[in-house]
C-alpha cells in the first residue's frame, strides 16, 4: 500500500531563517505531488505541484520554492523566512491519472518568530 | 475567480442526530468535487463525486453532487464522537494534463457531544 511521509511535524523558526521541508512517497511510482499551505482561518492553498522529476508549477507567488530531485520526494524550500510564512504544510499526492484522488501527509506545523 | 463555500462553517450536535454539510462552488474546468475529513493532522479522502445524482455512499456517510445548480451536501447519520472533526470540500480544476488543482473551501467544524 502507498504511504506518505513528512517530515518535522513540527518547526519553530526565526525570521530569515532558510527551511526544508521533505516529503516522500512510498508504493507507487510516478505519482503527482503537492505541496499545500493551510493558514490559520483559510482553506488550504496549492502552492506546487509537480508532474515529474525536475517538473514544478507554482500556483501562488510567494517566498518559497519547490524541487523534486527523484521520482518520490518533494520538497518545500526557502532561503528567507518571511513571519507570513507560519502555517500548516501538507505534502500531498495522486496516482498519475484522471479522476484521481489526492493523499496527505500527517503535515508539518511552521512557526515563524 | 474560482471559489468554493462551505456551510455551516461550525456545528454542534449530540450523538444520534443526522447532519448535513454544504458545499457550493465555481469553479470553471470543473473536473471533480471531493470530501475529506480532518481531524488533527491529515485530511483524509472520504468521496470523490465526478457525476450528478449518482449517492456515493460508506456506511453512516453519503453524499451527492449537483452539477447543475453548483452544490454537493456531505450527509451523517447517528453521528457519534468520533465524526467531530474538520471536514472539507475541494473541487478538482483541470488545466490540461493528469494533475488536479484542489480548490478547497474553509472547512466545517463538526463537534459531536455524548
Known amino acids: 500500500s502507498q504511504t506518505i511521509h513528512q517530515w518535522p511535524a513540527t518547526l519553530v523558526q526565526p525570521v530569515g531563517s532558510p527551511l526544508s521541508l521533505e516529503c516522500t512517497v512510498e508504493?507507487?511510482?510516478?505519482?503527482?505531488l503537492y505541496w499545500y499551505r493551510q493558514a490559520a482561518g483559510r482553506g488550504l492553498q496549492l502552492l506546487f505541484y509537480?508532474?515529474?522529476?525536475?517538473?514544478i508549477s507554482s500556483e501562488v507567488p510567494q517566498n518559497l520554492s519547490a524541487s523534486r530531485p527523484q521520482d518520490r520526494q518533494f520538497i518545500l524550500s526557502s532561503k528567507k523566512l518571511l513571519l507570513s510564512d507560519s502555517g500548516f504544510y501538507l505534502c500531498?499526492?495522486?496516482?498519475?491519472?484522471?479522476?484521481?484522488?489526492?493523499?496527505f501527509g500527517d503535515g508539518t506545523r511552521l512557526s515563524i518568530l | 475567480e474560482d471559489k468554493v463555500v462551505q456551510s455551516p462553517l461550525s456545528l454542534v450536535v449530540h450523538e444520534g442526530d443526522t447532519v448535513t454539510l454544504n458545499c457550493s462552488y465555481e469553479?470553471?474546468?470543473?473536473?471533480?468535487l471531493l470530501w475529506y475529513k480532518q481531524e488533527k493532522k491529515a485530511p483524509t479522502f472520504l468521496f470523490m463525486l465526478?457525476?450528478?445524482?449518482i449517492e456515493k455512499k460508506s456506511g453512516r456517510l453519503s453524499s451527492i453532487l449537483d452539477k447543475k445548480e453548483l452544490f454537493s451536501i456531505l450527509n451523517i447519520t447517528a453521528t457519534q464522537t468520533g465524526d467531530s472533526a474538520v471536514y472539507l470540500c475541494?473541487?478538482?480544476?483541470?488545466?490540461?494534463?493528469?494533475?488536479?488543482?484542489?480548490?478547497f473551501g474553509k472547512g466545517t467544524k463538526l463537534s459531536v457531544k455524548p
Open positions: 500531498a499526492w495522486s496516482v498519475r491519472r484522471f479522476n484521481q484522488p489526492q493523499h
Open positions: 465526478t457525476s450528478s445524482g
Open positions: 475541494a473541487v478538482e480544476a483541470h488545466y490540461g494534463g493528469s494533475q488536479g488543482n484542489l480548490i
Open positions: 469553479v470553471t474546468n470543473f473536473r471533480s
Open positions: 509537480s508532474v515529474g522529476i525536475g517538473q
Open positions: 508504493g507507487t511510482s510516478n505519482p503527482n
